[in-house]
């Protein structure tokens, strides 16, 4: 399948700034994945003891092998970016137009457990506007993958600058980690904060301010 013109200058535009996930080029179908990762996950379960005979078990290892290529990592594969409706900004809106509370879940890259938050989105309106759903859809698209929080900031920062043609764009996300809250330090009550802006909002301490305020 051919890629999207929104998906391939979305990949350039993060592969120019250095802000790409770091990705090996695919030499398999995702089917093929799929059988692949199946049979790794089987030997994976069956290391750690666990009898896959078991009827509750034994679908386990394909069960993974379809979540990580079809959903939770589907955002590796850029035929998954979701398509884009870019509209001409023809009333001239010039006023901020902000998405709140859009539910975030992603998966930590470091020992790829659950993130779970909120991401707030905004930007200044030039040429053009984007259809709303798309903001919560671009959102999604990297957050299905293995990541760290300042990544995926950054990475919905540069998608949504390329696709609005404007600088003038603002994302904040609030997550709670897996791997800090179940394991490790086992802190059940810290979460994380991120800020990526650009053009104005990084620039004039009013409209930085009128963002970063108004955002729970
Ligand atoms: N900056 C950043 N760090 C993250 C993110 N997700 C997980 N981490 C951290 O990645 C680090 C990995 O550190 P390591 O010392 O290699 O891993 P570890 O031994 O499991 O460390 P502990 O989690 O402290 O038990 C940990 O401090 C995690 O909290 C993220 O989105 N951003
Ligand atoms: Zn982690």
Redesign the pocket.
């Known amino acids: 399948m051919a890629l999207s013109e929104a998906a391939i200058k979305v990949q350039a535009a993060l592969k120019n700034s250095g802000l790409e996930t770091p990705m090996l080029p695919k030499t398999s179908t995702p089917e093929e994945r799929k059988v692949k990762i199946e049979h790794h996950m089987r030997e994976i379960l069956t290391l750690m003891s666990l009898d896959l005979a078991d009827d509750s078990l034994a679908d386990t290892p394909r069960r993974i092998a379809k979540m990580y290529v079809d959903e939770i990592f589907s955002g590796l594969d850029y035929e998954n970016f979701p398509k884009i409706t870019v509209i001409e900004n023809k009333m001239g809106v010039d006023e901020m137009v902000r998405v709140q509370d859009i539910s975030l879940t992603s998966t930590?890259?470091?020992?790829l457990v659950t993130?779970d938050g909120f991401a707030t989105v905004a930007y200044l309106p030039r040429t053009k506007i984007i259809g709303l759903s798309k903001i919560n859809r671009i959102v999604r698209f990297f957050a299905q993958r293995p990541?760290?929080?300042?990544?995926?900031t950054q990475q919905v920062l540069v998608a949504l600058q390329t696709l609005l043609e404007t600088k003038d764009v603002a994302v904040k996300m609030d997550?709670v980690?897996y791997?800090?809250k179940s394991?490790?330090?086992m802190d059940s009550t810290s979460s994380?904060t991120?800020t990526a802006l650009g053009g104005v909002f990084k620039s004039n301490p009013a409209t930085r301010a009128e963002f970063l305020h108004q955002v729970k």
């Not at 930590?108 to 020992?111: N, Q, V």
Request: charged share 20%; net charge neutral.
């Open positions: 930590c890259e470091h020992h993130i990541q760290v929080q300042e990544r995926l997550a980690h791997c800090v394991r490790g330090v994380t991120t």
